[in-house]
């Protein structure tokens, strides 16, 4: 792990210990320093990409695919289909890469999806509906792929994030938690650790989007005072690219929760996502995040994102150069890489801004799992959360 900021003089510096230690070195110190202004900010979003995905396993097999993975699922079940069909290996996947004109050694699967999509506007009929069931399936994969969680597979991580990011003073503005990830890390560790997510959706059992759901709160009213307190454990869950269990209600345009649906709405890894980020109910998501980062004392903390999505790259470093107030750490393991010259753009933006003298910007190089633990955890463990652990320990055997 390394950090890089105005306190590490435009250099990368190495975090050492535990955060826990009496004696940090300057690297745990700075990490420590940033990541305590960032959770007692008066505003605070993040912004949660696939890096906070990769670390939920089970029977210490990683869970979440990454986009190489994809891609391979997708030529298994390409195989699949040649010898369901009695067809030479690879006949469907060659037929695929024909079709969208992709050189045989393509291995991006959102370019290999761009070029498909692209080339079913431009093909003859029958060609352009053998390019679509290509595509329907490459879709069907990531589908399946993405929908991995299970009540049996452990989130401590997450739930200790949230623990950390999401319990906040009746004083600041509720957490805004945004993610581009299809699956439902963040609202199965929520559910475990009895936090509320306004996510869009109505309670209930029949829970229909509306943005409207977005300005309500939740508070806890006694029977024997008149007032009421806002509940402790709540954030806002801003699902950039749709989730899978969303589903678009035939004959209208409502969007309902269907855990377990076969159709869920997504924006799948192509060119168009961009365009489809800007349709309902995506629209609506961007809006509040675009908004959002340009409120003064605001603090956006992104972790796991690799600043590979335009639409969303793009309003961040927007914000940068037109917010005096607004304040952004960047985690993600390859940040040193990713940010060198050369590398990706809007991150070399930040670290010559860093570097530059720019005190709002910090950048650190670390997985989710490890910077979690360095996140201080300033507001004190509540009785239902002591609760709801002990509930959770009702049967498990001591060792």
């Not at 509306?210 to 954030?235: C, G, T």
Request: negative net charge.
């Amino acid at each position: 792990m390394k950090i890089r900021s105005v306190q590490t003089s435009s250099a990368w510096v190495e975090i050492k210990e535990d955060p826990d230690a009496t004696t940090p070195d300057p690297g745990a110190s700075d990490a420590r320093r940033v990541l305590a202004s960032a959770v007692r900010s008066q505003h605070l979003a993040i912004l949660a990409g696939l890096g906070t995905s990769l670390c939920v396993s089970k029977d210490s097999k990683r869970l979440a695919p990454t986009m190489p993975d994809l891609l391979k699922k997708a030529k298994e079940r390409f195989t699949e289909i040649d010898k369901s069909t009695d067809k030479p290996e690879g006949h469907h996947w060659a037929d695929f890469e024909k079709l969208a004109n992709l050189p045989s050694d393509s291995e991006d699967l959102e370019y290999i999806m761009s070029r498909a999509t692209v080339a079913a506007g431009f093909l003859a009929e029958g060609e352009a509906k053998r390019i679509e069931t290509y595509l329907t399936e490459a879709e069907g994969v990531i589908r399946k792929a993405v929908d991995f969680m299970s009540d049996d597979v452990e989130l401590t991580v997450h739930e200790s994030f949230l623990r950390r990011v999401a319990r906040r003073s009746a004083r600041r503005s509720r957490t805004k938690l945004f993610t581009t990830n299809y699956d439902l890390c963040f609202e199965m560790a929520a559910r475990r650790s009895g936090f509320v997510v306004i996510d869009g959706f109505a309670f209930g059992n029949d829970a229909r989007f509306d943005s409207a759901q977005f300005s309500y709160d939740v508070v806890r009213r006694s029977v024997s005072e008149e007032r009421s307190d806002y509940i402790e454990n709540l954030f806002h869950l801003h699902k950039l690219h749709g989730s899978v269990d969303w589903e678009r209600l035939e004959g209208n345009s409502f969007i309902a929760k269907r855990p377990g649906t076969l159709k869920p709405l997504l924006i799948y890894p192509r060119s168009d996502k961009y365009e489809l980020a800007f349709s309902q109910p995506y629209i609506e998501m961007m809006g509040v995040f675009q908004s959002f980062i340009r409120v003064p004392s605001t603090t956006l903390l992104v972790i796991g994102f690799g600043f590979n999505d335009k639409h969303i790259a793009e309003p961040i470093l927007a914000a940068i150069r037109g917010n005096l107030g607004l304040d952004i750490m960047v985690i993600s393991p390859d940040l040193e890489a990713a940010s060198a010259h050369g590398g990706n753009k809007y991150l070399g933006e930040l670290l010559q801004l860093a570097d530059g003298g720019d005190g709002r910007i910090a950048l650190i190089a670390a997985k989710f799992e490890e910077i979690v633990k360095f996140i201080p955890d300033v507001v004190s463990e509540t009785e239902l959360e002591r609760h709801n652990q002990r509930l959770r320990n009702l049967g498990k055997t001591n060792v």
